[in-house]
């Protein structure tokens, strides 16, 4: 203990004689940990809203009777199986917008309501006579009741027009929700006798065989533990988070790796005198894993609390693109456990550990004696630049063959991942060769040793050049990406939103009121309704939406297979136009049929279509299907109805939505022009993307911070290299500028090699990672001037880095340079 107690105290003296390789090992560290722990705060955020929106019916394991084929059912089914035995509770579900946020309205009867439920509170006897008695009353979480800015006790007004029961504050509301007696729901969402799902007590095991005895066919038992519609849509988007995190933590990590690698090398001497001094490598291994308990702490929890503000500060907008993509609901405010904390220093030792383990492993290996030259290990580079450039061909190929061989998500993250390793490392081999071949050229000893020191300087460099190479093929990668989603996402709305005018009535009965009027309106053209129902296809949540036989579909609409005899074979047969993403999802195309469930009081049950054309359907998560309006309505008697859009003359659309607003007030439910549509879906897709931008120029800046550490760090070691050369007479503020172009050098050959390998990523991202995600593929698009960007921003990174170094050996003294041969070896 003795032994190790005064180890420890001699190596955490060197730290004292180093700051600034300090500084940077404990910035590397925290801000590695800081990224990774704000990207999965975020996702355990969105996890938890998920958890809590799902226990509002299975908490406790209690098990939910839902439709076999998605949507609403008739409440007749209750009562069929309250009277023969089953004790269940009906519940309905359903969106609506208050002001500008989308709500999630949940009608329960509380009295029947189990006791394992979240909403187990609303059981008790004073709650459940609130809240069906009188006007009763309505629940909602606090954070919900303050970002719709309403107080307890306000009546909230739909956008029907509808007036909720008094709303009151409990905890237990899951975030976004409103709780209301299920009759209240009814008559709000315009589902009369209709039903989402029912609730059995854990207790009450239910066997299937017995349902499908008593109600048929037409429901479904779901477990507890089931995965939701909503965890399964939003995984591929947390999965992307997570990857991003990772890569951001990697870049971080190479600070780490950097700092403890050099500060090994600076004390090796130090390592010696132990050792020689009769210090056990036993104590001396403690003594380093003490160290590196203390750097996790001190670093991993700054790091934790900087990942706990990171992701306060993206909350915002993740939570505006899950609501927007997914319609999925978080609350405005971080609320993390014990859990995520330990994991946050759980990261940042592991990271320390294995940052420090490499040198740690090189110089217990080196004899006593070997210990003692500073640059021991750097001797054996060249051999580890021949292993490098084996390891980067045996990652392409591991590349290829996961590529070829495997599929989903987890591949397309794999064949970036691979590629990203073999990059990394071959870069240090291809700049060697560059200043090899240069070093060949060379005719004067000047420049001969210019490249020939920079053969040496790769060495200490290549870690924090690889970070370099990362972040910059992840900007032209991710970049690219998103440009071309954006160009091809315009393009699309473009195309798709060719009305000038969209209402939403506030019920059916107004719909066809509105409609009756609009057809003796001169300026409206066409009146189109676009009604949509719900249903499941495989076990996946699939939107159906009619269309009228107009030219506006037939003309603008998008067909990426099915050519012009589809729109006719749409209106004149019982055919169907699938999305891209369900057409991927179910593996058919043109020609198939396709078994479409309908609603339960259907009497044919299914309505059998054959596709006739497939269309892009970017942005959207689920499965699509687009029929004839007269077969939506002959088929599912639970289509909306209030859906519409208008054709006017662009000089008209003003005129008419005001005589439309000031006619109908409450009866339209939402009334929107051409440009309100795109602008709201245009913000959806930039908030979308913001927190990826966000955590692209994170890592960006985290490599410019790496290579600066690192340049920081080795411009003392390198003053024996320069030394020399400045004693025969070269200049220290040439030295200086030969250093400076060196590392102009180096990023230049980063960003050559960070081109192609952005350009690699951008499609996988589109042509892999985001159809095994979304099952959309979106076109492969270049931006030259992006390439320029990157290669100006990669020299401006080498110059921020390089500049303070530089500027040290322009100003050193004389004296420390001569204290170079002060002792020579």
């Known amino acids: 203990m003795r032994q190790t107690l005064f180890a420890l105290a001699a190596l955490l003296s060197h730290w004292r004689r180093h700051p600034a390789n300090l500084a940077m090992l404990v910035l590397g560290l925290a801000i590695a940990t800081a990224l990774w722990s704000g990207v999965q705060a975020l996702n355990a955020q969105a996890r938890k809203s998920y958890d809590d929106a799902a226990a509002v019916f299975t908490g406790g394991g209690a098990q939910n009777i839902v439709s076999a084929r998605g949507g609403l059912f008739p409440q007749s089914l209750f009562v069929t199986l309250r009277r023969a035995g089953v004790k269940v509770s009906p519940a309905l579900e359903g969106t609506t917008r208050i002001g500008a946020r989308t709500i999630r309205l949940i009608g329960i009867e509380p009295v029947t309501l189990p006791a394992a439920t979240t909403l187990a509170p609303l059981r008790e006897s004073k709650e459940a006579t609130n809240i069906l008695t009188g006007e009763g009353r309505s629940f909602a979480a606090p954070q919900t009741l303050s970002d719709l800015h309403i107080s307890e006790g306000a009546r909230i007004v739909t956008e029907r027009g509808f007036t909720l029961p008094p709303v009151y504050a409990i905890d237990a509301a899951p975030p976004g929700a409103v709780i209301v007696d299920i009759g209240v729901a009814q008559k709000a969402l315009d589902k009369p006798l209709r039903l989402s799902r029912l609730i059995l007590p854990p207790q009450t095991r239910l066997d299937p065989t017995r349902l499908t005895e008593v109600a048929g066919d037409s429901l479904r038992l779901v477990e507890p533990d089931e ?18 995190g990772l890569l951001a933590f990697l870049v971080g990590f190479f600070i780490v790796n950097a700092s403890f690698g050099l500060a090994f090398e600076q004390r090796l001497p130090m390592v010696r005198t132990l050792r020689a001094l009769g210090v056990s490598i036993r104590a001396l291994v403690a003594a380093l894993f003490c160290e590196l308990a203390a750097f996790t702490l001190l670093a991993g929890g700054l790091g934790v609390v900087g990942g706990y503000f990171i992701a306060a500060a993206l909350l915002p907008d993740v939570a505006a693109s899950l609501e927007g993509l997914y319609g999925a609901q978080l609350p405005g405010q971080l609320a993390l456990d014990a859990r995520w904390w330990l ?52 990652a392409l190929v591991g590349a290829t063959l996961a590529y070829s061989f495997a599929e989903g998500l987890a591949m397309g993250f794999a064949v970036i991942a691979l590629a990203l390793l073999a990059a990394a490392l071959f870069l240090p081999v291809a700049l060697a060769a560059i200043l090899w071949i240069g070093e060949s050229l060379a005719q004067r000893p000047l420049a001969r040793w210019f490249f020939a020191d920079g053969r040496q300087e790769i060495a200490g460099l290549s870690l924090a050049l690889t970070a370099l190479l ?129 609603p339960q009081d259907t009497p044919q049950g299914v309505w059998r279509a054959k596709v006739v054309g497939v269309f892009p359907d970017y942005g959207n998560p689920k499965g699509q299907l687009r029929i004839d309006h007269a077969k939506l309505a002959q088929h599912f008697s639970d289509a909306s109805g209030v859906h519409y859009s208008l054709r006017v003359a662009p000089v008209d659309v003003a005129p008419l939505m005001e005589k439309m607003q000031t006619r109908f007030g409450p009866k339209l439910a939402r009334l ?79 960003a050559l090699i960070a081109i192609p390998l952005g350009l690699f990523m951008t499609w996988s991202l589109v042509a892999i990672v985001n159809v095994a995600a979304f099952g959309w593929r979106l076109p492969m698009h270049v931006f030259p001037l992006q390439w320029g960007a990157v290669f100006v921003v990669a020299l401006l990174t080498a110059l921020f880095a390089a500049t303070i170094p530089a500027l040290r050996l322009a100003r050193s003294a004389p004296v420390d340079l001569l204290k170079v041969f002060a002792n020579e070896r």
């Open 470 to 598: 990362l972040a910059l093929a992840t900007n032209i990668g991710v970049g690219g990406m998103v440009e071309g989603f954006r160009q091809t996402f315009t393009g699309w709305l473009d195309q798709r939103l060719i009305a000038e005018v969209y209402f939403e009535a506030a019920t059916p009965a107004d719909a066809r009121e509105i409609e009756a009027w609009a057809k003796e309106q001169p300026e409206i053209a066409a009146i189109l309704p676009v009604w949509r129902t719900k249903t499941r296809i495989s076990d996946w949540p699939v939107e159906i939406i009619g269309l009228a036989p107009h030219e506006t579909y037939s003309a603008h609409f998008t067909l990426l297979e099915g050519g012009a005899d589809a729109w006719r074979a749409l209106h004149e047969e019982d055919a169907a136009l699938i999305s891209e993403q369900l057409a991927r999802r179910l593996k058919i195309g043109l020609g198939a049929m396709l078994d479409i469930p309908t």
């Open 227 to 244: 995965e939701t519609d909503l965890s399964r849509l939003t995984d591929s988007f947390h999965l992307n988070l997570t990857a991003f």
């Open 672 to 750: 929107v022009d051409n440009a309100g549509i795109k602008k709201i879906s245009t913000n959806i897709f930039e908030r979308t993307f913001t927190v990826t931008t966000a955590l692209n120029t994170l890592t960006l800046i985290v490599a410019a911070i790496a290579l600066f550490a690192s340049l920081l760090t080795l411009s003392n070691l390198r003053l024996g290299h320069i030394a020399p050369v400045w004693a025969i007479g070269v200049t220290r503020r040439r030295l200086a500028g030969l250093e400076l172009l060196r590392m102009m050098l180096f990023a230049s050959g980063a």
């Open 343 to 394: 994991s946050g220093l759980g990261m940042a030792g592991a990271g320390a550990l294995l940052a420090a383990g490499s040198g740690l492993s090189k110089t217990l290996r080196l004899p006593v004696l070997s210990v003692a030259r500073p640059m021991a290990w750097r001797d054996a580079h060249h051999r580890y630049l021949r292993r490098q450039a084996a390891l980067a061909a045996l």
